[in-house]
């Protein structure tokens, strides 16, 4: 019977990184991580899978989740599992700090990266599966308005870190919005609408916001042309606090201002400058979910990707799964999602394919020990190193190492063993440098440091 060979084909919306792209995203996971634990977060991890009904406590979502259930069942079983793959961080989140209540301690400052699945259809920049980088602190009962200041604070460090270009990181109140809605006469049942509305400013602009929101009916015109002179405001973030402070506006309103201006002054104390730090009062965000503090995280030269990173205040997490308040604040990074656009606009680019620097060419294959302990130390002396075992010439093994982006070639025949040197070859320069064998470490530290 003749084998049948499946033809390997991609599967729309999941995505598989070549080694250089994956070696990319190992780098950015390692400094997300390292910025997170920076600030004193704590990593978790969930459960890809979840009870059904936990992750459609909210409703509505039922179109994105993928049920679990096996392709077959034995006699007096079901295939059914009552599982389903989570869609978010935020909801196993939530299960978690319920069910772990009484093992933590607050405020829980929680860091996770794991991989999330959802039912889109696949297109530009949307996944079935992607990695979510998210952190949260959560309080019990109450969490200081500073702690909102903390989050611009991780956000600046990290995408300096990541050096992805200039970024600025927009910030608002729900509570002034929604606030200022209700004092210029707007139904409570239509707040949600009209909020919304003013969420797609950036795509659709400000005449066809003020048309939507007429054809709601909920504001006045003079009212609807004072909600669209305030979002309209830009100045400096000091002089718009001022100005929100001279706006005629209710409690709700006010205090938005408050803690805004809080927020603002506690941030720029931990050294994010007003440069990357914006007031705007058009980005709305989370409509069902956050009630205070927002961030929105977009790059400076390249608004098309959207936001790359985003989050909010909210008054309490796990009202489905405890009666205890849990208010808390925190962001999610679309990693997948990000690196897919960088990628495609060139931003950043996938060219080794080693996570090691540098690779030891064999020239003898009766010296093969002697090469293995050449690597032994460099990768000893904290330089990560790989060795060209296959009996191959020099200038093919050249060419491996430049393929696969190597940065060093390490070469030595009889004559560099008997006098105890290596040479050093700069695969981009092509530059040679013979070094004692009991310095190779240190130079190349030195020379790695310097590219």
Known sequence: MERQILKPTPISGFPEWLPAEKLVEQRFLDRIRATFEAYGFTPIETAAAERTEVLTAKGGLEKEIYALSRLAAGEGEEAETGLALHFDLTVPTARYVAQNYGHLTFPFRRYQMQKVWRGERPQAGRFREFYQCDIDVIGDGQLSIATDAEIPAIIYDLFRELAIGDFVIRISNRKILSGYLTHLGCPDGAIHAVLGTVDKIEKIGASKVVAEIEALGALAPAALDKLMALIA???????????????????????????????????????????????????????????????????????????????????????????????????????????????????????????????????????????????????????????????????????????????????????EFDAGTVKLKNLASGQELTVAVGQMVHVLHQKLAQE
């Not at 002089?239 to 809080?262: C, K, M, P």
């Not at 009766?366 to 010439?393: C, H, M, N, Q, S």
Request: net charge negative; with cysteine; glycine share 10%.
């Open 233 to 415: 405001t830009k100045r400096s973030n000091e002089e718009l606090i001022s100005h929100l402070y001279s706006v005629s506006g209710n409690e709700r309103f006010t205090l938005g201002v408050d803690e805004l201006a809080e927020v603002t002054e506690a941030v720029a104390a931990l050294g994010v400058p007003d440069s990357h730090l914006e007031i705007d009062l058009t980005i709305v965000r989370g409509l069902d979910y956050y009630t205070g503090t927002i961030y929105e995280t977009r790059l400076v030269e390249h608004p098309e990707i959207g936001s790359i990173c985003s989050g909010g205040r909210y008054d309490d997490l796990a009202s489905h799964f405890i009666d205890k308040p849990l208010p808390g604040v925190g962001i999610s990074i679309g990693l997948t999602r990000l690196l897919s656009s960088l990628f495609k606009a060139g931003i950043v680019q996938a060219s080794a394919q080693s996570p090691a620097p540098v690779l030891v060419t064999t020239l003898e294959r009766e010296r093969t020990g002697d090469y293995l302990k050449l690597a032994r130390y460099l990768r000893e002396g904290g330089i990560k190193t790989e060795v060209f075992l296959e009996p191959k010439k020099l200038g093919q093994q050249l060419k491996y190492a430049d393929k696969k982006g190597f940065r060093f070639a390490l070469i030595a025949g009889g004559t």
